[in-house]
């Protein structure tokens, strides 16, 4: 079958919406129930000090999109400030919108320590941020980095389309992360159901297609996620994202790290190699692909 038939058969957001939906099934009751709180607080200053040790992504990124002094940033799940922050030094504001209160009050601690005055923050999930009222659109960059939680991808698309002005810029896995092998090789055994991985990239391009939007493709690796100083520190480390109570529970943990942590420069490393899409396209430009310039 070829390509053009296969698209015009499958739909691609129905396809993202389905995988979502048991994504979020399976992991919600677990790790994003509000009463787990704490350790979700816990979570976003462990994510940034590995998002930090690992990730050049950022850089990357800074080189690649031309920001302008001028320029109104969107940054949609903007989790601990990864981009906001070293954008807001670059240009004029940054609108941050962010629907956990955990990674809002990093992010806050996070712009008191940079003495940053030009990040606005909306502590609202992106299906939800009401244009007209949240929002003073357009902006120059609608930015969204591994923050693609969202049930309907297409309706999303379309409201980042008409709050930018020019650009829009999304990153997505592409690959299966550190975090996910492990959960996709323990889940079974620790919660009686299988993991269902969130959707990757190429089911995100192909909406984009579906919608008439051929937007530019790189492809990054994701070194080394995970870096601990002690295989104790890796346990903790996961059986508080994990929540395990139960004795047997825990040793299922403990020996899927001592079986995949790697000893490296005295640290313990699990390996989280995986491939990360930077996708991004021109509002007014968007079916003829190149560098941006
Ligand atoms: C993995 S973090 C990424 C943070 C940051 N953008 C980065 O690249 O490091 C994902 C963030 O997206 C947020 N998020 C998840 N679903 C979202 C949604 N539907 N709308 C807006 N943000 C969302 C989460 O709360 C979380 O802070």
Redesign the pocket.
Known sequence: MNSDIISSVIDWNQIWKETIRQHKMIINPIIENEKNNNKRFYR?YS??NH?WDN?I??EKEMQKIPLQPNFKVL??????????IPFSKKVDQVTA????QP?IDCLIKRIKENNVENIKHIN??????NINQDLDAPYDLV?????????DIKL?IEKMMRVSSDYIYL?WHIGVPAWEKLYVELWKSLFNIPYTPVPKANCLFNVLNQMNIHPNIEIHTMDNYYKFKTKHEAFTHFNKELVLSKKKHRELLRNYLNKNLIKENGNFILDGSSNYAAIWWKKNKRHVPGVIA
């Open positions: 976003c994510y940034l998002r990730y992504g950022v940054d949609i799940g903007a989790g601990p400030g990864t981009h906001a919108i962010e629907p956990s990674m609202k999930q992106w299906e939800d941020v930015l969204a980095s591994f923050s693609l939680i969202i049930d999303a990153i």
